[in-house]
């Protein structure tokens, strides 16, 4: 079993759909949560940071922890096809530690 | 925000060739620095980690005397694949923390794309 699981999708969704991507851990030790798109050829870039269980917004991504399950979720309201991109999740067990990464979820937001 | 830059953005080689790859984080010290490899439609896979004045820690399976890695500055780390062969074409990138506080967290290079001919 990997430590960090996400679907890889491709996952295709309209203009202005509500997306839900999600990653499921083993590690318990993980403290520290985080999302970060890729396009492609290009490194990832971070998009949001959480700390322990909670919600956190920023703008159009809401980014949920619930460490009792041991699931994260991002949340992308209003999409646009500039969001076309892969998501990645990754976490770790201290800031500044070495990130463990999901396979990455590609999403296609189409006109 | 946190800037990370990597030189060079992609590179082309002949087998048997050395490569040399460097990651700068650009306005503020990084005194680890992470390298990762990725292969396409896959996700990041840590290679090692960069340490300023002392030997990288490598992950299991990444042979050290293949990946050459030295932090030489505060800013500064180079990764030379040395005796590139064509499996070791694949998309490296680096990362590094933007402090040392707990609640620090990563930012990452552009990549370096490698082909090895």
């Known amino acids: 079993q990997k430590e960090v699981e996400q679907d890889p999708g491709p996952l295709s969704v309209p203009e202005g759909a509500i997306v839900s991507l999600n990653c499921t851990y083993s590690?318990?030790?993980?403290?520290?949560f985080m999302w970060y798109r890729q396009y492609s050829r290009k490194g990832p870039e971070l998009l949001m940071y959480?700390?322990?269980?909670g919600n956190k917004e920023d703008g159009r991504f809401t980014a949920q922890v619930d460490k009792s399950s041991k699931y994260i979720s991002l949340f992308i309201r209003d999409s646009q096809p500039s969001d076309s991109a892969t998501y990645l999740c990754?976490?770790?067990?201290?800031?500044?530690?070495?990130?463990?990464f999901g396979t990455g979820t590609q999403l296609k937001v189409e006109l | 925000g946190a800037v990370v830059s990597q030189h060079p953005s992609r590179v082309i080689c002949k087998s048997g060739t050395s490569v040399k790859i460097e990651c700068r984080s650009l306005?503020?010290?990084?005194?680890?620095m992470f390298w990762y490899r990725q292969f396409p439609k896959q996700s990041l896979m840590l290679m090692a980690t960069?340490?300023?004045?002392?030997?990288?820690?490598?992950e299991q399976g990444v042979e050290k005397d293949k990946f050459l890695i030295n932090h030489a500055s505060l800013t500064l780390s180079t990764l030379t694949v040395t005796s590139a062969h064509p499996e070791d074409s694949s998309f490296y990138i680096c990362?590094?923390?933007?402090?040392?506080?707990?609640?620090?967290?990563?930012?990452f290079g552009p990549g370096t794309r490698l082909t090895v001919l």
């Open positions: 990362s590094a923390p933007l402090g040392q506080a707990s609640t620090d967290t990563q930012y």
């Open positions: 590690n318990s030790a993980f403290q520290y």
């Open positions: 959480t700390y322990s269980s």
């Open positions: 990754a976490m770790s067990t201290g800031g500044g530690n070495k990130l463990t």
């Open positions: 306005d503020f010290q990084a005194t680890t």
């Open positions: 960069s340490n300023e004045g002392s030997k990288a820690t490598y």
